[in-house]
């Protein structure tokens, strides 16, 4: 398959903008959006075409609350972790979007399925894991194209939020995704807008062997 130089040039704006949302409007997605997109994702690679991915959309409003409560009690245990200067500009960044975004969706790897038989995971079992973020990157790029912002929500407790979405006892949390329209148009990543973290260039951190 040949793709053209403005399609190249194109996917690499799309990278670009891929940006880690937290702010969203409140306007509803469009039916099926959230279907539509994971079904997109389920074309990314893994190791062994294990498929390891499983979603869950979560659609109740208790299992909402108790992940923005999950999310406040380790986001307070984060900043306690903080001082000074760093501890105030720590507590005043937006680091997720759970109770503004239309659609949360969250990514597990199933731990216990077969299907594969093991290809490639034995000296490296986390490739189950890698190939789960592939899915969700996948799904991310192809929101971005649309217009939506999706954020990853990491100041979480995993095992307890499994719990609360009520899912099999071998799945694992890999990514809580927060999904909508992003309140305004950003190309820069909020963090480094916020003076948290300059951004480098990926060449800055490869090295020739």
Partial sequence: MEFSEAFRAEFHRLCRW???VRRFRSDPLPPGTLSRLIEGAGSAPSVGLSEPWRFA???SAGVRAALIDNFETANADA????????????????LAGLREAPGIVA???DETDAKGH????????????YSVVCAVMQMWLAARADGIGMGWVS?????RAARDMGVPAGW???????????ESAQDEPELERAGWEPREGTMA?????
């Fill in 172 to 182: 694992r949390l890999v990514a809580l995704m927060c999904v909508g329209y992003p």
């Fill in 205 to 209: 951190r490869v090295v020739t062997i």
């Fill in 79 to 94: 900043l306690a972790g903080y001082e000074g200067e760093r501890q105030t500009l720590y507590a005043g960044l937006k």
């Fill in 155 to 159: 100041i979480i407790d995993p095992d």
């Fill in 107 to 109: 990514a597990f790897c």
């Fill in 118 to 129: 093991g290809l490639g995971q034995q000296t490296m079992p986390e490739m189950r894991r």
């Fill in 18 to 20: 891929r940006r880690d």
């Fill in 57 to 59: 959309i979560v659609a």
